[in-house]
């Protein structure tokens, strides 16, 4: 019996992308998870702590001048591929020549705002390395726009690979943050040549220009994204920032470790949704159809959730321990906890999508903003009092609220366009 039929051909090609999506996000986040076991064994609870620390403080600068472009363009290109040069062209310019410089300056004036000079290069490094993310993953959304996961799945495990290395050989030889983070940034850069270099031969001319009545225009569409993105940001890292202030780089290490392989977890049903995204921007006026293929992702998702679940509450403390040491055992019940967000998380993340792709980030915005004030909120209150397992419970409940906000508006939009 072939398990494919009665899906169609969008669902043939959904499942297929799938596929694709999900070994990379799987693999990447394995690769991610070893990364993060050698700086743990190599560099203990706190230090681990301390670079999750910079990297949380590199994402919050880089994330207000994000400026929300990449919904916006890869929905462009899905549904207008012959707007991928102009979209490219803009894109880009506002990264390389606005958002990585801004960052820097913005990153070194935070720094000595909070009296961590002894840290100014670290903390900047790693805003190169935030911004050189975001350019490599902008790229790589022009290439999953047109449908072409094999290819972004290649860059991507290449990146985590390569990565990975550097970090261990940095970390075992000279034990110093400051050289793992500088390889990073330079394999990132020659990365984001070879990824331009691809995209010039395959999809549309690359080149960096400043199109002003184009920029303004998508700028204006991404303008509710940018509060969405960022709501959604504090949402993720808020409890980074407060175990450190409230607790220690210790609790920060610890729940880092819980917090990753969470992480790599959703990449399972998120993969489905980020495969699925294309496909419905691309037939998103035939309703019969899109909901056929909404219907199928959910329960796609759902399942894989289910199973991750309970594969968690079964070997949370066995595999913490085993990988990462006895002093790591205390992120098992973080984990846990957090593991059941797995049915909401990915939920929230398609559902999203979906509502960009029918030109609606403004009610995303919303729902993202609304989900961070209450997380930022709760862990403030509950921290002091619960320790660190009070970031986890926040987590699944925001999470939870948000798929609620977002499903009554994406239902409520889909009832307004049968009426």
């Not at 999203?352 to 993202?368: D, F, H, N, P, R």
């Not at 009070?390 to 977002?406: S, Y």
Request: aromatic share 10%; glycine share 8%; proline share 2%.
């Amino acid at each position: 019996m072939n398990p494919l039929r009665g899906i169609g051909v969008n669902g043939r090609i959904v499942v297929r992308n799938s596929i694709y999506s999900m070994l990379g996000s799987v693999l990447g986040q394995f690769v991610a998870l070893l990364s993060s076991l050698a700086m743990g064994r190599l560099l203990g609870v706190g230090g681990l702590g301390s670079y999750t620390f910079a990297m949380t403080f590199s994402g919050l600068v880089f994330l207000f001048l994000n400026l929300g472009l990449s919904g916006i363009f890869q929905r462009n290109i899905s549904q207008d591929r012959t707007s991928a040069e102009k979209n490219y062209a803009n894109a880009l310019a506002i990264r390389f020549l606005f958002s990585i410089p801004m960052s820097l300056c913005i990153g070194t004036v935070c720094v000595f705002a909070m009296h961590r000079q002894d840290d100014l290069w670290i903390l900047l490094l790693s805003c190169i390395y935030t911004g050189f993310t975001g350019i490599f993953g902008l790229a790589a959304d022009g290439i999953t726009a047109v449908e072409k996961f094999r290819v972004t799945f290649l860059f991507g495990m290449c990146q985590k690979i390569l990565c990975f290395l550097t970090t261990f050989i940095a970390l075992y030889v000279t034990k110093s943050m400051l050289v793992m983070l500088l390889f990073h940034d330079i394999i990132f850069f020659i990365l984001i040549i070879v990824e331009l270099i691809y995209v010039n031969k395959s999809l549309c001319k690359i080149h960096l220009e400043i199109d002003f009545p184009f920029c303004k225009k998508m700028l204006k569409e991404a303008f509710p994204a940018i509060f969405g993105a960022a709501a959604e940001f504090l949402s993720l890292k808020s409890d980074t920032l407060i175990l450190t202030l409230m607790l220690g780089e210790v609790a920060t290490g610890l729940y880092s470790v819980s917090s990753n392989i969470y992480i790599a977890a959703s990449f399972v049903p998120l993969a489905m949704a980020k495969a699925a995204t294309p496909t419905f921007n691309r037939m998103i006026a035939n309703k019969e159809k899109v909901d056929n293929l909404v219907r199928r992702t959910f329960q796609m998702m759902a399942l894989s959730s289910i199973v991750l679940i309970i594969g968690i509450f079964v070997f949370a403390r066995f595999g913490i321990v085993l990988l990462w040491g006895k002093d790591f055992e205390g992120a098992s019940v973080s984990l846990r906890i957090l593991s059941i967000s797995l049915l909401c998380m990915p939920a929230n993340r398609f559902l999203g999508e979906m509502l960009v792709g029918l030109k609606q980030q403004a009610l995303v915005a919303k729902c993202s903003v609304t989900g961070a004030i209450f997380n930022i909120v709760a862990n403030i209150i509950l921290v002091p009092v619960m320790g660190l397992n009070a970031v986890a419970i926040t987590t699944v409940v925001t999470e939870c609220l948000v798929m609620l906000m977002e499903g009554y508006f994406y239902k409520r939009i889909q009832t307004c366009s049968i009426g």
